[in-house]
């Protein structure tokens, strides 16, 4: 990924969008904000017990860093759902200064609209961002392990063919940080799902060295989808960032011991 600086805050952004034109991305850190502890600083969830006038603020400053009016951030209300929705102009600004207004029951979007922004908000799951740069389409996910299971990534790139007539060769996908394969404990029990929903856990699950323990590869299950459904491999980066390895510029909620805030991941059409 590339590291930019905006107006004091620290943004992140995708080699493979880099050179688009018309295109807006970032990822954003938990550095440069205003919120405080585990929040501490650019927490952008309101749904994780922080102060909501403080995330307000973040999400303000993280407007004028990236130049997107904050009534074009929309957001989900994420509930770890394999579910993913057509955003059109009467959700624009869906959970932009609030999470009741959140559009509910999803964890992915997808739009074909011009300054809608779509942002995912995480803390170790996956942000996945995809485009089409030929049907000019965008998707945002949020992909842990629960939404790899539940093939949310495919769903996604499946409505973008069904609704807008995307090819898959010509989808760009970005794998932002995220808990990666050197932290990304789970129990047998998802081991057990795992199996059941992927079939092939080859290379997606392995033994940790804690005794009953597994490593789930997070980035693995889901760029794997992605290449079932047809996206070239060199379309597809990865940024291969541990947020509990560096949770130190990202928000891990494996580090902070589930409380802790969230950063975005977003994408928009400008023109
Ligand atoms: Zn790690």
């Not at 006038?53 to 999400?59: E, G, K, M, Q």
């Not at 047809?230 to 409380?259: M, P, W, Y």
Request: hydrophobic share 40%; aromatic share 6%.
């Amino acid at each position: 990924m590339i590291k930019t600086e905006s107006h004091g805050i620290t943004l992140y952004s995708f080699h493979v969008f880099s050179t688009i034109p018309g295109l807006k991305h970032f990822v954003s850190t938990r550095h440069n904000g205003i919120s405080e502890k585990n929040f501490s600083s650019l927490n952008l969830g309101f749904h994780v017990g922080d102060n909501n006038l403080n995330v307000l603020r973040n999400r303000k400053l993280l407007s004028v860093a990236t130049d997107i009016d904050i009534y074009r951030f929309t957001c989900a209300n994420q509930c770890h759902s394999g579910n993913v929705v057509l955003v059109d102009d009467a959700s624009r600004g869906k959970g932009s200064v609030d999470k009741e207004t959140a559009i509910p029951n999803a964890d992915g979007m997808i739009t074909n609209v011009e300054k809608i922004c779509l942002g995912v908000q995480v803390a170790d799951c996956v942000p996945i961002l995809l485009y089409d740069p030929v049907e000019r389409v965008i998707a945002a996910l949020h992909s842990g392990w629960k939404g790899a299971l539940k093939k949310i990534a495919p769903h996604a790139v499946e409505k973008m063919i069904q609704h807008y007539g995307c090819k898959t060769g010509n989808i760009l996908a970005a794998l932002g940080p995220s808990n990666g394969p050197c932290c990304y404990e789970v129990g047998p029990d998802v081991v057990h799902e795992a199996e059941l929903a992927l079939g092939n856990t080859a290379g997606i699950l392995k033994p940790s060295p804690k005794a009953g323990k597994y490593i789930f590869d997070q980035w693995q299950a889901n760029k794997r989808q992605l290449l079932e459904m047809g996206l070239k491999e060199s379309n597809i980066e990865t940024a291969e960032i541990c947020t509990q390895c560096h949770s130190d510029t990202f928000f891990s909620a494996r580090a902070d011991a589930g409380v802790t805030g969230r950063f975005v991941a977003g994408i928009m059409l400008e023109k």
